[in-house]
């Protein structure tokens, strides 16, 4: 798989998971966890596009 090919995927999935959290109920507990979900799945995309611009 290509640089581009996975900086797309990457970008796709954060995007997948603010939609996911955006479903969720509103109540205390699954404001919990939607803000751990977005925390752990967001930034997965920014970090690939840091390594790729390291030496």
Known sequence: MDE???KNRTKKFALEVLRR???LPRNRSANVLGRQFLR???P???NYR???RGR
Do not use: S
Request: charged residues 5%; negative net charge.
């Open 50 to 52: 840091a390594a790729c």
């Open 4 to 6: 581009q090919t996975f």
């Open 40 to 42: 752990a799945g967001t």
């Open 44 to 46: 997965v995309g920014a």
């Open 21 to 23: 959290v955006e479903t």
